[in-house]
């Protein structure tokens, strides 16, 4: 299974690492996961429009990132604030590669292990 480690971001306390159960969830996003953990990742829309849960994601280990697909509201709040450049964004098409700044309510992992930087 997964692993998921959430890490405050420099100026806040923590790190907990969270085992992401892959059957039955590749519908719960990282927001949720947060959440059902007690991790203190700020949100105000939980619907990818305010920006408010962006978070930073590191893939860990040997193998190579999953496709990053991006929905049009997130590429779009992303640039908005000024996370996501126009060449990320060609980057996340050409090389199906994820950019490293979500949205974690938008993001539902995959089968590799993470640090979602909060």
């Known amino acids: 299974m997964p692993v998921v480690t959430f890490r ?3 100026g806040k306390k923590g790190e907990q ?8 969830s590749h519908t719960e996003t990282v927001l949720k996961l947060a959440q059902k953990n007690d991790v203190p990742i700020a ?10 849960c962006c978070v930073d994601v590191t893939v860990q280990g040997d193998k190579a990132p999953k ?11 992303l ?8 060449a990320e964004i060609e ?5 199906d590669l994820p950019p490293p700044h979500r949205l974690a309510c938008q993001l539902i992992l995959r089968d590799e292990d993470v ?4």
């Open 79 to 86: 640039v908005e604030i000024g996370k996501l450049k126009r």
């Open 43 to 52: 949100f105000d829309c939980e619907d990818g429009n305010c920006g408010t």
């Open 67 to 77: 496709g990053g697909h991006l929905t049009d509201k997130e590429r779009q709040t």
């Open 115 to 118: 640090t979602i930087e909060y």
């Open 17 to 24: 690492k969270v085992t992401y159960a892959v059957a039955g």
């Open 8 to 10: 405050a971001k420099s």
């Open 91 to 95: 980057k996340t098409y050409t090389d």
